[in-house]
């Protein structure tokens, strides 16, 4: 198999292609930008078994390029803005690669008369918020995306939908809950509460962390990209979560215990802006693949706990005071 995964610099990309080479020795070429979010770092241990090319999604050329002199069975898209509060300070980026660079994606499998298949990476924050219900969304309820980020990614997934539609081009969707594991950027929830903690800073939480989520670690998400990729069907989407719900609060309780910190040593900040308060999927058809997480939520944040303390190498050169070490970044 001969994979393209673009943004394969970043977190879940970058540990799916360490799951690929290392347990099935496929051919990947990653095509990523290198934003602030995507390093080669990442790869480490994997880069002299791949090729990489740096470029962007939205460069239609350069991406024509790639595809046509590596000819890939499928193209696994990654590339992405991923920050909700970058997203809300400034939205301008998300706009060109998680719409344009999708569309530029989607123009060139257009121009090509080979039958390449786009897997592409969406997320569950393109449902909304369903707070106040008791709802679990399917993967045909309407998209209701209340970021600048989800409804860039909303717009994505509607853009891929037309293209399958009006011209054929053959996709798969996959809808992932909030992910957690190691090369995770420091700016993300978990690293950043663990860094903090290294620094002897509590953890600082959006209101009082109440937000309820759908735990997944990324070597469970790896596994599920291929589960879509071996037995999943064309022109369908597919949500992948492990049913393993805590608000954001209890969370960072159990990094806190795995640190051996006091389950109190918290800051409560304002709250994020227009922020959703529960999502929450029905993952059924994913599951009727075959797939099942197999890393507990309690047992994925020791590890990942313990990556971090082990890796200071990894994020040192990354910590950004706004988004990391302030204490009252909002
Ligand atoms: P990330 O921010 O860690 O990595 C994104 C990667 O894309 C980086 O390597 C970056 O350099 C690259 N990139 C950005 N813009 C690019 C462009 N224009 N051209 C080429 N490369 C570009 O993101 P992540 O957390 O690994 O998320 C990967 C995908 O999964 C995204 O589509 C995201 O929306 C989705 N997702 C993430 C989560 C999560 O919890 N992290 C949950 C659900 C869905």
């Not at 082990?310 to 994020?315: A, D, P």
Request: charge should be negative; glycine fraction near 8%; charged fraction near 25%.
């Amino acid at each position: 198999m001969r994979l393209l995964v673009t943004g394969g610099a970043g977190f879940i990309g970058s540990n799916f292609v360490r799951y690929v080479v290392e347990k099935l020795g496929w051919n990947i070429l990653v095509y990523d930008k290198l934003s602030y979010a995507g390093r080669l770092e990442n790869l480490q241990g994997v880069l002299d078994k791949i090729l990489f090319i740096r470029g962007d999604i939205a460069d239609e050329e350069s991406f024509k390029k790639a595809v046509e002199e590596f000819q890939p069975d499928a193209i696994v898209n990654f590339a992405a803005e991923t920050h909700v509060d970058r997203s809300i300070n400034e939205p301008a980026p998300f706009i060109w690669t998680n719409i344009l660079g999708v569309f530029t994606i989607l123009e060139v499998l257009r121009s090509l008369k080979h039958d390449i298949l786009l897997l592409h990476m969406s997320t569950d924050e393109v449902y909304g918020d369903l707070w106040g219900t008791d709802r679990y969304a399917s993967e045909d309820d309407p998209l209701n995306p209340s970021s600048p980020y989800s409804a860039s990614k909303a717009s994505g997934d509607l853009l891929i939908k037309a293209y399958g539609r009006t011209y054929g081009i053959r996709y798969r969707i996959m809808r992932p809950s909030n992910n957690y594991g190691p090369y995770q950027h420091p700016e993300k929830l978990i690293p950043r509460s663990i860094i903090r903690l290294i620094h002897g800073k509590p953890p600082v939480l959006y209101g009082e962390g109440s937000q309820v989520r759908d735990w997944l670690h990324v070597e469970d998400t790896a596994r599920a990209i291929l589960t879509v990729l071996e037995k999943g069907s064309d022109y369908e989407v597919y949500n992948i979560c492990g049913g393993m719900f805590a608000t954001v609060r209890e969370v960072v309780v159990k990094v806190l215990k795995a640190m051996e910190k006091p389950e109190d040593y918290i800051i409560y900040g304002k709250p994020r802006p227009g922020e959703d308060r529960r999502y929450a999927m029905k993952c059924n058809k994913i599951r009727e693949l075959g797939w099942r997480p197999l890393i507990q939520l309690d047992q994925g944040l020791e590890s990942t706990v313990k990556w971090y303390l082990e890796n200071e190498w990894w994020w040192k050169g990354l910590v950004d005071e706004r988004y990391v070490l302030a204490d009252a970044p909002w």
